[in-house]
C-alpha cells in the first residue's frame, strides 16, 4: 500500500504564497513521476505542476512563472511553492505520484485525499 498525504493548504490574501507538501510513504519500490493537480466543483481534475525522477518539469500556463515544483527523490517528497496567488488559484490540491511497488508489478497512480486552497481577493 502506498499513501499520499498532503499539507500546506489554506486561506491567503490575493499576491501572497502558499507551500504545499506531499510525503508518499509505504511499499515504494520506485516513484516516476510526481505532482500536484487541482479541481473546483463542477470542473475535470487538472495538472497544476509535475516533476520526474530526473527534474524535469512541466507546468500548467497559469502557473509559469508563480508556481515553483520541487522534490526530495530519497525522501519521496514533493512541493509546490506557489507566489502570487489569484483568486482563480482557489481549488483542491491534490498531490500525485506514479509509483511502482515491487520490479515484478506494474506501476500505478495513487492520489493524495486533497487540501483546499482558497485566495481571497
Known amino acids: 500500500q502506498v499513501q499520499l498525504v498532503e499539507s500546506g493548504g489554506g486561506l491567503v490574501q490575493a499576491g501572497g504564497s502558499l507551500r504545499l507538501s506531499c510525503a508518499a510513504s509505504?511499499?515504494?519500490?520506485?516513484?516516476?513521476?510526481m505532482g500536484w493537480f487541482r479541481q473546483v466543483p463542477g470542473k475535470q481534475r487538472e495538472l497544476v505542476a509535475s516533476?520526474?525522477?530526473?527534474?524535469?518539469?512541466n507546468y500548467a500556463e497559469s502557473a509559469k512563472g508563480r508556481f515553483t515544483i520541487s522534490r526530495d527523490s530519497v525522501k519521496n517528497t514533493v512541493t509546490l511553492q506557489m507566489n502570487d496567488l489569484e483568486p482563480e488559484d482557489t481549488a483542491l490540491y491534490f498531490c500525485?505520484?506514479?509509483?511502482?511497488?515491487?520490479?515484478?508489478?506494474?506501476?500505478?497512480?495513487?492520489w493524495g485525499q486533497g487540501t483546499q486552497v482558497t485566495v481571497s481577493a
Open positions: 500525485h505520484a506514479h509509483i511502482a511497488t515491487s520490479g515484478d508489478v506494474a506501476s500505478d497512480d495513487y
Open positions: 509505504g511499499t515504494i519500490f520506485f516513484t516516476y513521476v
Open positions: 516533476i520526474t525522477g530526473g527534474g524535469m518539469t
